[in-house]
């Protein structure tokens, strides 16, 4: 199937070659002065340390779990995420931890160790599909580099805190003790 | 200053001639043009330096490069071996050729009129003074060449050309 | 000048003679630098970008971005010095040089401001003083030279696309120059001389009696030359890197690339020096009779870089043409089109004016 291409056709003025060339000269002349007098913060281009592009809403960039209002964690180390991870960069390892001076007898889940391979990491967000507890979700941060693999694999502590001075709240490097059980604030 | 540019033009020439890659060898006809070109300016020709430059190495060498790149000869050809009586012919014509030219030189009146009267700065060449000369002096040659270059273009164009 | 002569013991000759080398030599490689710094800039802001704005002095002095060149020099410098294999060494070394030196030389015939008196002495604004016999044909051989310097580059590096890029460079070369040697033979035609210096004394000060109001054909011709012959963009053939890789600069890199780089934009400065001295006046100051020194010298400077500047926002306003365009243009257009000019040129002098 042959493709129909309309012939322009030139006039004599265009067919000089040279005025063309000034009106092409006037365009980018035109450009050259609106950059010229633009100041520098108001041009499109984003000077990338000095200033960052903000993110759209839905953008899958660095994990965060999540943590309640006391600080504890709300991952419940169910596995799901490990699970349903692509890429496999999710480990987890579980553990049990009881606080007899508020629930008598009652025990709950949490992650011991939680780390993500961030090299092996591809931001799909299935984690965060899968949670049902709400407790990973990816959030805006991009700026995912290291000098080293090692502290590309990030841990508990480091998916906690990620994003802890963009939120205002403080880092944590330990488990704080829950002040309400957790099952009554699940229901 | 005429030692410099003689031996430029001498060892350009030399190196042409005995080197066996093409393109080297068209860069030192280069240099022996250069060094020509530096002759003209001492004998106060400066139009016929320029023109020596702009005509021959501007132009002329660059074709002649380019064809030799288009035909793109990395590796050079092995020469045959040459019969000895090639070599001896050859080496006894040049030197022939030789004798005669700078006994032709040595005999001419200018040299003569030289050794009585002694040098004298030759005058200045000028664009203008090319000029008469070629169109008021000279003009039938002039055109008589330009008529026969003409007519060698357009042969040219005609036999290259397959369907005009 | 005298005062100066005579500190250093020699004659005023020999001491301006050698302040004109280095302001000479040493203005135009400064002004070539800065133009890379233009172009990048220049091309950014055409584009709606920044270009290099963050090259600071001492990591602090950041003037919007002008120590890039110098920040690539030193780059340059310390980059690894890499030679192919199979290139021919000694011409692979010798390629640069001859491209830097006919754009350097081309410079020195160039009055580039009024000549004037002093102390019982005339002191001319040119490296070679007029009168020299050479004149203009002298920037016209030097800029034919130019074509070693890309042509040697590429048979040099032993590489397919840079031999394309040299045979496209000679060609194009050879082709555009009739055109424009025909161009300026108008010019010395209604001059009634070939010297630079008779070219802008017969254009004088009124910017209407300026030869590119005389033969504005003339004019078109030309400035389309000097395109090819500095080979840029519309006619960057020896390097359409969208074709040819690099063309001719494939194979080089560090300092040798930066030589070459360097040579394109001295070359760039000689050409708008020619056209501002055949078309523009030269030194002459539009509306003044007898400038003053420094005066007559910034008239040539503001009209060179003006030139300069022209050829970097045609760059980056057309697109590369196609080879066998380039051809029909040179031979079918720029050369009966600089007849034409030639002829009525001739005719009108034949008919007294």
Redesign the interface.
Known sequence: MGVLVKKVELSWLDRTY?WP?MK??G???Q??L???FTP?AK???I?YPDMKKEMPSGYRGLHELKRFEDGAIKCVACFMCQEACPARCISIEAEEFSDLNITQGFEEKRPAKFSIDMLRCIYCGMCEEACPKDAIWLRKDYEVAAYDRLSMQFGKWDLMNTYTEADGKESISQDPTPSVPRRTIAL | MFITFALITLLGALGMLLQK?V??AG?CM?AAFFGVAGLF?LL????A???Q??VY???IM??V??VI??L?S?EEEKAQVSHPVQRWLSVTLIAALAFGAVKLVLGSKGLTALAVTGAEMPQ????QKIGTTLFADHLLGFEVAGLVLLAAMIGAVALTKRNL | MDKLASLLHTTPAIAWMVAKLVIVFGGVFSLAALWTWVERR?S???????GP?RAALFGKIKIIGLAQPLADGIKFFFKEDLVPHDA?KA?FWLAPFLALVPALMGFAVIPFGRSFMSGGQEYHMALLDPG????L??P??????A??GV??A??SS?NKWS?LG??RA??A??SY?IGM?LAVVTI?MTAGG?DPSEVINAQGHLPWAWNVVRQPLGF?VFFTCMFAETNRLPFDFAEGESEIVAGFNTEYGSMKFSLLALAEYCHLMTASALMATLYFGGWQVPFVQNPAVMLSVLSFLVKMLFFAWVFV??R???PRFRYDQLMHLGWKVMLPLSMANLVFHAWRMSQGH
């Open positions: 040279v060339v092409g000269m365009i980018t002349f450009h050259f609106k950059q010229l520098t041009r499109f281009t000077q | 890659n393109v080297v860069l280069v300016v106060a020709n400066p139009v330096a320029a023109l430059i702009i190495t501007g132009a660059v074709l490069l380019f790149m288009m793109n990395h200045a060449m000028t664009l | 220049g950014a802001m055409i584009q709606d970008r920044i704005n021919n011409l020299n016999g050479m004149g044909l002298y016209l051989a030097i800029g034919g030279m074509v070693y042509l040697v590429a048979w032993n031999i040299g045979m000679s060609a070369m050879v120059e040697s010395f070939y078109i926002w045609i980056w306003t057309l």
